[in-house]
């Protein structure tokens, strides 16, 4: 009886990993989202209005919202706030003490995939692609500094072809310094500090 | 005790890779489609004759074909410098310039010689990436032209130019019903001269792989006979006759074989001619009709056109193995397939709707696309460089016959003008200037 | 490659594993193509009468018309023991190397029949010309039915 509830337990935690790490491997994004509206969507919150910590009042209310375009910051720091909110919802219902925990980790998952998709977002606007007819693909390590300004950057693999990993290097020459990168600090230095840009156009 | 201890090490194992990768990666899946912008400054010129072209005229002209470039006007800079001391490289980032050039023509000491110096430079990371000292007689200077148009594009695309190529194609003036002409043009036009007249067809030119010699089909014996013709000289000579068909010529990678077409066998089938000894052996020995050869860049395998199935189709045999298999199952008409220069393409002529086009086709996942909207497309020829193609087809409204060419993207058009209406069987050369 | 040229290709590639930019160093040719002289061509002035026989799209079935033709051509040719060259061509429509093998077919099915009414096959034959040659110009119906034809001439 016990082997079998370790043998569950081990098994359960090799899937998770295997999830995990697989996810890592092909860059599948489990918390992605796409946010790209050209004219106004009505949105719907589903949030609960009264502070958190309360028990007393449970009023639900549905808030329409419109989203105008050229706001994707805002966007996502909304979608921010409802993603924080769901959760107070989901840890009131099952009365886990761990709340704050998972708050930060998918707070920090978020903001992670916020400012990489406006990394990504400002070297797409400038990267001119040459034409060469293979499928290449060219890994730089850059290094910034909090400001956003790009200290260095160096090819991490070449794509073996001379073409392509200079228009990927004259890419981020132009950007020099990426904006609206103010982070926490922490956050930072953990992941954009120094970090691998892959240009693979296919 | 140790089946867990295994599910432990296991379970570390996998949890662990995910830190090996734990740096972030961020991808880039696509860019801007705004052309590449490149300014050439004119050059400086320290001759005492005044220049019979202006190379920054050739080199905006040529880079500008195919839409991929945008190349700024000498009016619309801030400075002109021929020297790499005087670039001042934030007046060409305030206008957003990728790349420079800028160059000087010299006096050479060889009596009616020039040297041409240049330099490419990468504006945003302030380099010189390619610096290069040309040779050539002053009468050459457009091909000088061409040949910086030819280096530029290939230091910033990373496949070669093709402004320095060659067209061959057949000629048949509306004005005469008996002339036939297979001339030969450059890219851009210039350089349009006749190197076979005749009063019988002439089909199927296809160059060497050296670029020195056609090889093409004349009927001046009152039959199909193949001949093959040394450019530089005018001197020809004939493959061995056989009874019946002796056509569509394809020149072997290596330069010693032809694979042409002999119907000497009741039917046409696919041969291979061998250069030195000049002898035919049989490659393909169907009942139906087996035409249109076309050798892979590796010079392994062949395509053919084969109506062994009920209708033309593709087939491709490796020679080897002398294995056949089909290639094209969509569609009632598929022909006259040529390969792409990374021989994981073919393009060919494919009949929808009763309306003859161009289609591209992988060989590997078998998806094609249309890349012709014209009328009547025939006879695709592929630029050495895999970007372009050239191929024949008629003009609505003047009823005329035409070179037209498209970008393998589909992207970019062009008609090439035909002075006199009959233009047919273009055949693209390969690269000429190797470097 | 001369050994200036090695050694300028050495160079070359130590300097671009080093990324330094040393000069290329280029010479463009003069070389122009010469025209060829053609040798003799053929003329057909020695031929005297032809006939045609007509045919449908992509086919080379000869028809009852063509058939009659044919028959009392064979025996013209038989009696005066004439040579026979017949000629086989299509319309525009289709690649031009299979046009001629269609074009083959065709004649190759009229000297045929010239051989079953009698005519010996050694006095006749046979060419294609694929689309090479049309009759009429023009890309409609009545142009292209004008050129899928096959031309028997005798001398």
């Known amino acids: ?202 | 005790m140790m089946q867990s201890f295994y599910k432990i090490i296991y379970l570390l194992l996998i949890l662990s890779s995910t830190y090996l990768s734990s740096q972030l990666r961020i991808e880039i899946t696509g860019g801007s489609d705004e052309p590449i912008r490149v300014a050439m400054v004119p050059f400086e010129w320290k001759l005492n004759s005044a220049p019979s072209h202006y190379l920054h005229e050739i080199v905006k002209k040529d880079l500008e074909s195919f839409a991929e470039f945008a190349v700024l006007n000498p009016e619309d800079m801030l400075s002109y410098p021929s020297l790499e001391e005087e670039i001042s490289y934030r007046d060409w980032r305030l206008l957003k310039v990728d790349y420079l050039i800028i160059g000087s023509v010299l006096k050479s000491e060889i009596e009616g010689e020039v040297n041409i110096a240049y330099s490419i430079l990468d504006v945003s990371r302030r380099k010189n990436i390619h610096k290069a000292l040309i040779k050539g007689s002053v009468k050459s200077l457009k091909r000088m032209g061409h040949n910086i148009s030819d280096r530029i594009y290939h230091k910033i695309n990373g496949i070669p130019g093709i402004f320095s190529t060659r067209i061959a194609y057949v000629d048949k003036p509306l004005s005469d019903a008996d002339s036939y002409d297979l001339r030969i043009t450059d890219i851009d036009g210039d350089g349009d001269l006749s190197l076979f007249k005749s009063n019988q067809p002439i089909l199927s030119p296809d160059w060497s792989p050296n670029g020195k010699e056609i090889a093409y089909v004349s009927f001046e014996e009152g039959t199909s006979r193949i001949y093959i013709q040394e450019l530089a000289t005018g001197n020809r000579r004939a493959l061995k006759r056989e009874r019946g068909i002796n056509s569509s010529p394809s020149w072997s990678p290596n330069g010693n074989y032809l694979s042409a077409v002999l119907s000497k066998g009741d039917n046409p089938d696919i041969y291979l001619y061998n250069l030195r000894s000049n002898a035919w052996t049989p490659l393909t020995g169907h009942y139906g009709i087996d035409t249109e050869p076309d050798w892979s860049p590796d010079g392994k395998s062949l395509i053919f056109t084969s109506n062994r199935s009920g209708s033309p189709q593709i087939y491709e045999i490796n020679i080897s193995s002398m294995r056949i298999k089909r290639k094209t199952f969509e569609g009632t008409y598929n022909a006259r397939a040529r390969y792409l220069p990374d021989g994981k393409n073919i393009i060919y002529v494919h009949r929808r709707k009763g309306v003859f086009h161009i289609a591209l086709h992988n060989l590997r996942t078998g998806k094609i696309s249309i890349l012709t909207d014209t009328f009547l497309d025939e006879s695709p020829s592929v630029a050495p460089n895999g970007n372009v193609i050239i191929y024949a087809t008629k003009d609505r409204e003047t009823d005329t016959d035409i070179l037209a060419g498209v970008t393998i993207n589909g992207k970019t058009r062009f008609i090439l003008p035909s002075v006199s209406g009959g233009a047919r069987e273009p055949a693209w050369s390969p690269i000429l200037d190797k470097y | 490659m001369t050994l200036f040229q090695e050694f300028l290709a050495l160079v070359a590639i130590i300097c671009s594993l080093s990324a330094c930019t040393n000069t290329t160093i280029e010479r463009t040719s003069d070389a122009t193509a010469v025209p060829a002289i053609a040798t003799s061509t053929y003329s057909e002035s020695s031929l005297a009468s032809s006939s045609t026989v007509y045919f449908s799209y992509d086919n080379y079935n000869i028809n009852s018309t063509g058939s009659e033709k044919i028959k009392s051509l064979a025996s013209i040719v038989k009696e005066n023991g004439l040579n026979v060259r017949v000629e086989g061509h299509c319309d525009e429509r289709g690649t031009r190397e299979y046009n001629l093998a269609l074009g083959e077919k065709r004649a190759n099915a009229i000297a045929e029949l010239l051989i079953i009414n009698g005519v010996s096959s050694s006095n006749i034959t046979t060419v294609s010309y694929g689309e090479e040659k049309p009759e009429s110009r023009g890309s409609n119906e009545k142009s292209w039915s004008k050129n899928r034809r096959a031309l028997i001439k005798t001398s």
């Open chain 1, 1 to 202: 009886m016990q082997n079998l509830f370790a043998g569950f337990f081990v098994s359960m935690l090799i899937h998770i990993g295997l999830v995990l790490s697989l996810s890592n491997i092909f860059n599948i994004d489990l918390l992605a989202f796409q946010a790209d509206y050209s004219q106004p969507i009505p949105a719907y919150l589903v949030y609960e209005k009264p502070k958190l910590v309360s028990k007393k009042e449970n009023k639900i209310f549905i808030k329409k919202i419109s989203i105008e375009p050229n706001s994707q910051i805002d966007i996502k720091e909304m979608v921010l706030k409802a993603d924080e909110e769901i959760l107070a919802l989901e840890s009131k219902a099952s009365k886990t003490t761990t709340f704050s925990q998972k708050k930060t980790n998918l707070n920090q998952q978020n903001q992670i995939l916020l400012f990489s998709s406006i990394i990504e977002e400002q070297i797409r606007a400038v990267w001119k692609k040459p034409i060469v007819s293979e499928k290449f693909s060219v890994e730089l390590i850059l290094s910034l500094v909090p400001t956003g300004e790009i200290l260095d950057v160096k090819v991490k693999r070449s794509s073996g072809s001379d073409a392509f990993d200079r228009s990927a290097l004259i890419a981020v020459a132009k950007v020099r310094k990426f904006e609206n990168l103010k982070m926490p600090a922490h956050l930072f230095d953990d992941n954009f500090r120094n970090f691998t840009l892959v240009f693979k156009p296919y």
